[in-house]
T-cell receptor, first 115, second 116 residues
Framework: DQQVKQNSPSLSVQEGRISILNCDYT??????FLWYKKYPAEGPTFLIS?????DKNEDGRFTVFLNKSAKHLSLHIVPSQPGDSAVYFC??????????????FGKGTKLSVKP | DTGVSQDPRHKITKRGQNVTFRCDPI?????LYWYRQTLGQGPEFLTY????????KSRLLSDRFSAERPKGSFSTLEIQRTEQGDSAMYLC??????????????FGPGTRLTVT
Protein backbone atom coordinates (compact mmCIF):
# COMPACT_ATOMS: atom_id res chain seq x y z
CA ASP A 1 0.00 0.00 0.00
CA GLN A 2 1.57 3.25 -1.16
CA GLN A 3 1.71 5.88 1.57
CA VAL A 4 2.96 8.62 -0.76
CA LYS A 5 1.39 8.95 -4.18
CA GLN A 6 2.28 11.03 -7.19
CA ASN A 7 -0.52 10.33 -9.61
CA SER A 8 0.88 12.18 -12.61
CA PRO A 9 3.80 10.29 -14.18
CA SER A 10 4.63 13.24 -16.41
CA LEU A 11 4.01 16.95 -16.90
CA SER A 12 4.88 19.22 -19.81
CA VAL A 13 5.08 23.00 -19.34
CA GLN A 14 6.14 25.93 -21.49
CA GLU A 15 9.20 27.89 -20.39
CA GLY A 16 8.24 30.87 -18.22
CA ARG A 17 4.93 29.36 -17.09
CA ILE A 18 4.12 27.78 -13.75
CA SER A 19 4.76 24.09 -13.06
CA ILE A 20 2.59 22.47 -10.41
CA LEU A 21 3.53 19.02 -9.15
CA ASN A 22 1.15 17.23 -6.83
CA CYS A 23 1.52 14.65 -4.11
CA ASP A 24 -0.95 12.86 -1.83
CA TYR A 25 -0.23 10.91 1.33
CA THR A 26 -2.14 8.63 3.63
CA UNK A 27 -0.25 8.61 6.95
CA UNK A 28 -1.18 11.51 9.22
CA UNK A 29 1.93 10.83 11.38
CA UNK A 30 4.36 12.14 8.76
CA UNK A 31 6.20 15.11 10.28
CA UNK A 32 8.14 16.53 7.32
CA PHE A 33 7.65 16.52 3.59
CA LEU A 34 10.44 16.98 1.08
CA TRP A 35 10.82 17.42 -2.64
CA TYR A 36 13.80 15.99 -4.50
CA LYS A 37 14.87 16.52 -8.08
CA LYS A 38 16.64 13.77 -10.01
CA TYR A 39 18.53 13.87 -13.28
CA PRO A 40 19.31 10.61 -15.12
CA ALA A 41 22.30 8.67 -13.72
CA GLU A 42 22.48 10.93 -10.65
CA GLY A 43 21.21 10.63 -7.10
CA PRO A 44 18.23 12.70 -5.92
CA THR A 45 19.03 16.31 -5.03
CA PHE A 46 17.22 17.95 -2.13
CA LEU A 47 15.07 20.87 -3.29
CA ILE A 48 12.74 22.13 -0.58
CA SER A 49 10.91 20.87 2.51
CA UNK A 50 7.99 21.74 4.75
CA UNK A 51 7.14 20.85 8.31
CA UNK A 52 3.73 19.31 8.97
CA UNK A 53 2.90 22.28 11.21
CA UNK A 54 3.21 24.78 8.36
CA ASP A 55 1.16 25.28 5.22
CA LYS A 56 3.66 27.04 2.96
CA ASN A 57 7.39 27.28 2.43
CA GLU A 58 9.06 29.34 -0.25
CA ASP A 59 12.62 29.32 -1.60
CA GLY A 60 13.25 31.42 -4.67
CA ARG A 61 11.28 30.04 -7.61
CA PHE A 62 10.08 27.06 -5.57
CA THR A 63 7.09 27.05 -3.21
CA VAL A 64 5.62 24.06 -1.44
CA PHE A 65 2.04 24.10 -0.15
CA LEU A 66 0.69 21.67 2.41
CA ASN A 67 -3.01 20.95 2.97
CA LYS A 68 -3.14 18.63 5.98
CA SER A 69 -6.88 18.16 5.96
CA ALA A 70 -6.71 16.90 2.38
CA LYS A 71 -3.38 15.09 2.96
CA HIS A 72 -2.08 16.84 -0.12
CA LEU A 73 1.00 18.85 -0.99
CA SER A 74 2.13 20.58 -4.13
CA LEU A 75 5.33 22.06 -5.50
CA HIS A 76 5.06 25.24 -7.58
CA ILE A 77 7.91 26.32 -9.82
CA VAL A 78 7.62 29.86 -11.16
CA PRO A 79 8.88 30.68 -13.72
CA SER A 80 9.74 27.29 -15.14
CA GLN A 81 13.07 26.97 -16.95
CA PRO A 82 14.36 24.26 -19.33
CA GLY A 83 16.97 23.31 -16.70
CA ASP A 84 14.11 22.31 -14.39
CA SER A 85 13.40 19.33 -16.65
CA ALA A 86 13.94 16.30 -14.39
CA VAL A 87 12.04 13.74 -12.34
CA TYR A 88 10.62 15.21 -9.14
CA PHE A 89 10.04 13.00 -6.12
CA CYS A 90 7.81 13.80 -3.20
CA UNK A 91 9.00 12.22 0.08
CA UNK A 92 7.67 12.06 3.61
CA UNK A 93 9.60 11.61 6.83
CA UNK A 94 8.33 9.52 9.71
CA UNK A 95 9.71 9.81 13.24
CA UNK A 96 7.27 7.58 15.05
CA UNK A 97 7.43 4.17 16.60
CA UNK A 98 10.33 2.25 15.13
CA UNK A 99 10.97 4.67 12.30
CA UNK A 100 13.65 7.30 12.75
CA UNK A 101 13.46 9.55 9.78
CA UNK A 102 13.66 7.17 6.87
CA UNK A 103 12.02 8.73 3.84
CA UNK A 104 9.04 7.29 2.01
CA PHE A 105 9.00 8.33 -1.63
CA GLY A 106 6.37 8.62 -4.31
CA LYS A 107 7.02 7.21 -7.77
CA GLY A 108 7.99 10.57 -9.21
CA THR A 109 6.72 12.97 -11.86
CA LYS A 110 8.79 13.66 -14.94
CA LEU A 111 8.72 17.38 -15.70
CA SER A 112 9.56 18.61 -19.18
CA VAL A 113 9.94 22.36 -19.68
CA LYS A 114 9.83 23.29 -23.34
CA PRO A 115 11.65 26.38 -24.62
CA ASP B 1 33.55 18.27 -3.22
CA THR B 2 32.50 16.95 0.18
CA GLY B 3 29.16 15.40 -0.78
CA VAL B 4 28.14 11.76 -0.42
CA SER B 5 30.23 9.46 -2.60
CA GLN B 6 29.56 5.89 -3.68
CA ASP B 7 31.76 3.27 -5.23
CA PRO B 8 31.53 1.68 -7.71
CA ARG B 9 29.14 3.67 -9.88
CA HIS B 10 28.29 0.63 -11.97
CA LYS B 11 28.56 -3.08 -11.29
CA ILE B 12 27.70 -5.95 -13.60
CA THR B 13 27.75 -9.39 -12.03
CA LYS B 14 26.55 -12.88 -12.77
CA ARG B 15 23.73 -14.46 -10.83
CA GLY B 16 24.98 -16.16 -7.71
CA GLN B 17 28.01 -13.93 -7.21
CA ASN B 18 28.54 -11.68 -4.17
CA VAL B 19 28.89 -7.92 -4.53
CA THR B 20 29.87 -5.16 -2.11
CA PHE B 21 29.20 -1.45 -2.40
CA ARG B 22 30.75 1.37 -0.45
CA CYS B 23 29.30 4.70 0.71
CA ASP B 24 31.20 7.64 2.17
CA PRO B 25 28.78 10.11 3.76
CA ILE B 26 29.25 13.84 4.27
CA UNK B 27 32.02 13.91 6.88
CA UNK B 28 30.17 15.42 9.83
CA UNK B 29 26.95 13.45 9.26
CA UNK B 30 26.26 10.74 11.82
CA UNK B 31 23.21 9.20 10.15
CA LEU B 32 23.56 7.03 7.06
CA TYR B 33 20.76 5.45 5.01
CA TRP B 34 20.64 2.88 2.20
CA TYR B 35 17.84 2.91 -0.37
CA ARG B 36 17.11 0.90 -3.49
CA GLN B 37 15.47 2.28 -6.61
CA THR B 38 14.07 0.25 -9.49
CA LEU B 39 12.79 1.52 -12.81
CA GLY B 40 9.65 3.63 -12.52
CA GLN B 41 9.71 3.63 -8.73
CA GLY B 42 10.89 6.02 -6.08
CA PRO B 43 13.74 5.08 -3.74
CA GLU B 44 12.77 2.47 -1.13
CA PHE B 45 14.32 2.42 2.32
CA LEU B 46 16.58 -0.52 3.14
CA THR B 47 18.44 0.27 6.35
CA TYR B 48 19.70 3.06 8.59
CA UNK B 49 22.71 3.68 10.84
CA UNK B 50 23.26 6.22 13.56
CA UNK B 51 27.01 6.30 14.06
CA UNK B 52 28.05 2.64 13.95
CA UNK B 53 24.73 1.24 15.19
CA UNK B 54 22.30 -0.25 12.68
CA UNK B 55 18.99 0.94 14.11
CA UNK B 56 16.41 0.01 11.53
CA LYS B 57 16.04 -2.52 8.73
CA SER B 58 13.28 -2.77 6.14
CA ARG B 59 11.55 -6.04 5.37
CA LEU B 60 13.02 -5.54 1.89
CA LEU B 61 16.42 -6.38 3.36
CA SER B 62 16.50 -10.15 2.97
CA ASP B 63 19.03 -12.43 4.68
CA ARG B 64 21.25 -12.14 1.60
CA PHE B 65 21.81 -8.46 2.32
CA SER B 66 24.10 -7.17 5.04
CA ALA B 67 25.23 -3.65 5.84
CA GLU B 68 27.96 -2.40 8.13
CA ARG B 69 29.34 0.88 9.33
CA PRO B 70 32.22 -0.28 11.51
CA LYS B 71 33.70 3.04 12.62
CA GLY B 72 30.69 5.26 12.17
CA SER B 73 32.12 6.74 8.97
CA PHE B 74 31.86 4.86 5.66
CA SER B 75 29.39 2.04 5.16
CA THR B 76 29.32 -1.11 3.03
CA LEU B 77 26.33 -2.97 1.63
CA GLU B 78 26.94 -6.58 0.63
CA ILE B 79 24.59 -8.75 -1.39
CA GLN B 80 25.31 -12.47 -1.34
CA ARG B 81 24.20 -14.92 -4.03
CA THR B 82 22.82 -12.17 -6.24
CA GLU B 83 19.57 -12.71 -8.13
CA GLN B 84 18.27 -10.95 -11.22
CA GLY B 85 15.68 -9.22 -9.04
CA ASP B 86 18.50 -7.46 -7.21
CA SER B 87 19.21 -5.37 -10.32
CA ALA B 88 18.57 -1.79 -9.23
CA MET B 89 20.17 1.51 -8.31
CA TYR B 90 21.49 1.41 -4.74
CA LEU B 91 21.49 4.84 -3.15
CA CYS B 92 23.19 6.04 0.00
CA UNK B 93 22.15 9.15 1.91
CA UNK B 94 23.37 10.92 5.02
CA UNK B 95 22.09 13.46 7.51
CA UNK B 96 23.06 15.09 10.80
CA UNK B 97 20.83 14.16 13.70
CA UNK B 98 21.66 17.25 15.78
CA UNK B 99 20.86 19.73 13.03
CA UNK B 100 17.66 21.75 12.98
CA UNK B 101 16.97 20.25 9.59
CA UNK B 102 17.96 16.71 10.58
CA UNK B 103 15.22 15.25 8.38
CA UNK B 104 17.00 16.48 5.21
CA UNK B 105 18.92 13.63 3.66
CA UNK B 106 21.64 14.16 1.06
CA PHE B 107 22.09 11.46 -1.52
CA GLY B 108 25.09 10.08 -3.33
CA PRO B 109 25.12 9.34 -7.08
CA GLY B 110 24.19 5.70 -6.54
CA THR B 111 25.60 2.35 -7.64
CA ARG B 112 23.83 0.77 -10.61
CA LEU B 113 23.81 -3.03 -10.21
CA THR B 114 23.02 -5.30 -13.13
CA VAL B 115 22.73 -9.03 -12.46
CA THR B 116 22.94 -11.17 -15.60
Amino acid sequence: DQQVKQNSPSLSVQEGRISILNCDYTNSMFDYFLWYKKYPAEGPTFLISISSIKDKNEDGRFTVFLNKSAKHLSLHIVPSQPGDSAVYFCAASLNYGGSQGNLIFGKGTKLSVKP
Amino acid sequence: DTGVSQDPRHKITKRGQNVTFRCDPISEHNRLYWYRQTLGQGPEFLTYFQNEAQLEKSRLLSDRFSAERPKGSFSTLEIQRTEQGDSAMYLCASSLSLAVNSYEQYFGPGTRLTVT
